[in-house]
């Protein structure tokens, strides 16, 4: 925010404050606990007015048809912009200084640590990492690995482990433990609006999209900019964890299903036998907790995982004996997190602050804690972070030969040029995609590995479907992380449907999501002493069934860059376009109405499924599939091993490979094709 924004906004506050006090009061009136007001909802208005200034003119008309709002759940756009607004500061955390004492959360039964306290101060100390200064980069590395993510880490890992010095270029900082656990406005699960703490910043970072009328500039904050976390250790910083493993079916939809008129579906050029060694060593070096059952649709293991399933509650025994009438299977949920103390690190103390947060006892396994500190333990890999790599430079032949780096460093940008033997690109699937195509040579005039036109198409991620209930009698019993019972049935073997997904418990949710959750379902008033007492009365007594189903995919949805729109530092962003096929939208509303069977089996009173139109590309945290592998350079651009066709010293390891995402989370396959990709490599250059 600039200094006349930050004191336009004061001004506007401070000469409509009790304009504002009312109004306020009206989204959430006082009763035995505070009104909105009371609890600091304008202190709260002043903070988001930091993050979203242009917020200020939508505040202003708000205030100037004060007078036809008189506290009903009006239709009104900006009426339910800024009621929601205020709700979600209600409920959020005193940080955010919307709710003095945490009082709200005395109101609904709702506490962020574990039901019987944590059993050590927190946050506790995490990895340090191998941090080197831009000035201190060297001329030339064996390995250059771009991103740091789930395929980054075990990139670097493997690398510097056969004795490669390795660099990781990382778009994000590494910011502690207790910065990126607590915030629920600016976290990756929330959607209200402004930029995660977990990164990117809303600043200097667009993307376009085209709606079909216009080309749409979006920042970070919005939904179809598909963020995915830009930290250290990536998505797995603050990811959910959940570690399914893609089965038989999944590699081999097209030969399964056939292909859908206006899908580019197809196989996978190696299937689930091939891949299970290294889904087995992701789930030992990584550490997965779970059950010895799978379900339907899953492949065989000769391994069980290294961890049993964490401890479940009241929440899965109503499930389980709601899945028994209904005659559907279920599973304990496979996740990264420590069940028992694991590779040096503490178990999971189950608090209600999991998906969208760091792990204040470092019991959630993600890159920045599991592979990335093994590279730097071996003292040939670091990391330089808040860096960007602009391109992939190549030679007169073409080669790759290093890249072009820029960043910025206390206040100030900066750009060099790196040499290295070879180039591993694991910045997920949007700007893997966006690096190649801005890549562009004599040579390869359209971006590297894009001769065919590949790069970039294909885009996916997960269309959910799912259902909210609420019940009669509490079922919430605030036992994180949440989901400890999903049933696999429904992944494939649908009548009359192609693939499908699995359902499972979702995670608990935070006072402020439960809050835009039951709201937007219609189950809760958006404010009133109404939508006050339903929140106190269901936030513990509703439930939350979801499920990502398998898209199909298409190839007009892909990642473009856009030459007109460039970010800070002057590179040409990624542009989206096209969308997701019609038959993952029945997919969906399949899933959605089995949830809701679910829910009903269970003794919900009341159902609001999960259906409606999906607009634009899917991506977000699942985002895969814009680099495809296969055998064939004419459909994909990278081959069997992860190699970018015509470039032997060129590789990709993340989401982006996939041809198909799985009807489940896709990060143990993201961790398993990294190691097979390493690997190869290894072999190749022992």
């Known amino acids: 925010m600039t200094d006349h924004a930050a004191t336009a906004a004061q001004e506007f506050l401070r000469t409509h404050d009790e304009r504002l006090r009312a109004l306020v009061d009206r989204v959430v009136p006082a009763d035995e606990f505070p009104s909105a007001s009371e609890a600091g909802a304008l202190a709260f208005l002043a903070g988001i007015l930091v993050d979203r200034p242009d917020w200020l003119d939508r505040l202003r008309v708000v205030l100037e048809h004060a007078d036809d709002h008189d506290g009903a759940d009006e239709q009104d756009p900006d009426w339910t912009w800024f009621a929601e607004l205020v709700g979600a500061g209600y409920y959020a955390d005193a940080g955010n200084g919307g709710n003095a004492g945490e009082r709200s959360w005395e109101m609904v039964g709702w506490q962020p640590g574990p039901p019987d306290g944590w059993s050590v101060p927190v946050p506790v100390p995490t990895a340090v990492p191998s941090v080197v200064h831009p000035s201190q980069l060297a001329d030339r590395y064996d390995a250059v690995v771009v991103g740091s993510g789930a395929g980054g880490g075990v990139a670097a890992c493997g690398l510097a482990e056969s004795g490669r010095r390795v660099l990781v270029i990382e778009a994000g900082g590494w910011p502690g433990t207790a910065d990126l656990s607590r915030d629920h406005i600016r976290n990756p699960r929330s959607s209200w609006g402004v930029a995660p703490l977990s990164g990117p910043s809303d600043v200097g970072n667009p993307r ?26 990536g998505g797995t910083r603050v990811y959910g964890a959940q570690a399914w493993r893609f089965g038989p079916r999944d590699f081999t939809m097209a030969s399964t299903y056939g292909v859908p008129d206006g899908s580019s579906l197809a196989d996978w050029p190696f299937g689930y036998d091939e891949l299970a060694p290294w889904y087995e060593r992701a789930e030992w070096e990584v550490g997965v907790s779970g059950g010895d059952v799978d379900g339907p649709w899953s492949g065989e293991r000769s391994r069980a995982r290294p961890m049993p399933p964490l401890p ?39 608090c209600g602050m999991c998906v969208g947060f760091a792990c204040p006892v470092d019991a959630k396994n993600g890159s920045q804690n599991t592979m990335l500190t093994r590279a730097f333990a071996t003292g040939n890999a670091s990391i330089v972070l808040e860096a960007r790599v602009a391109r992939l430079r190549t030679d007169g032949t073409g080669r790759v030969v290093g890249v072009t780096i820029v960043g910025t460093v206390d206040g100030h940008d900066w750009r060099t040029d790196v040499d290295a033997a070879e180039v591993v690109v694991a910045a997920g699937a949007v700007e893997s995609a966006r690096l190649l195509l801005n890549s562009r040579s004599d040579q390869e005039p359209d971006g590297i590995g894009n001769g065919a036109d590949q790069v970039g198409r294909h885009l996916q991620g997960h269309v959910y479907g799912g259902a909210m209930g609420v019940f009669d009698d509490v079922v919430d019993d605030g036992l994180g992380p949440g989901p400890s019972i999903a049933t696999t049935d429904y992944r494939h073997g649908v009548p009359g449907q192609i693939g499908g997904g699995i359902l499972a418990n979702e995670f608990i949710a935070t006072p402020s999501n439960t809050y835009q959750y039951l709201v937007g379902t219609g189950l809760v008033p958006r404010s009133g002493l ?50 997701v096929h019609p038959e993952d939208v029945r997919a969906r509303d399949h899933t959605s109405a089995r949830s809701g069977d679910w829910l009903r089996a269970a003794g919900a009173t009341r159902v609001a499924e999960l259906h409606g139109p999906v607009h634009g590309t899917s991506g977000g945290q699942h985002q895969a599939g814009t680099l495809r592998t296969g055998a064939d350079p004419a459909t994909s651009v990278v081959d069997p091993s992860g190699r970018v066709w015509g470039h032997d010293n060129l590789r990709v390891a993340d989401g982006s490979v996939h041809v198909t995402n799985g009807g489940v989370n896709p990060v143990l396959t993201i961790l398993a094709t990294a190691m097979r990709t390493v690997d190869a490599m290894v072999a190749d250059r022992p």
């Open 208 to 233: 376009t999209v085209a709606d079909g009328r216009e080309l749409l500039v979006l920042r970070p904050s919005s939904p179809g900019w598909h963020n995915n976390a830009a930290t250290a250790g």
């Open 530 to 579: 109404d939508g006050k007492h339903a929140m106190r009365d269901l936030a513990r007594r509703s439930m939350r069934i979801m499920g990502p189903i398998q898209e199909v995919t298409t190839a007009d949805a892909r990642v473009r860059v856009d030459p007109a729109v460039t970010d800070r530092y002057g590179i040409p962003v990624a542009s989206f376009s096209g969308g």
């Open 312 to 350: 479940s509650g009241a929440a899965r025994d109503r499930l389980a004996a709601a899945a028994d009438t209904l005659g559907i299977s279920t599973v304990h949920v496979p996740l990264l997190i420590n069940s028992t103390p694991y590779l040096g690190r503490r178990a999971c103390e189950q």
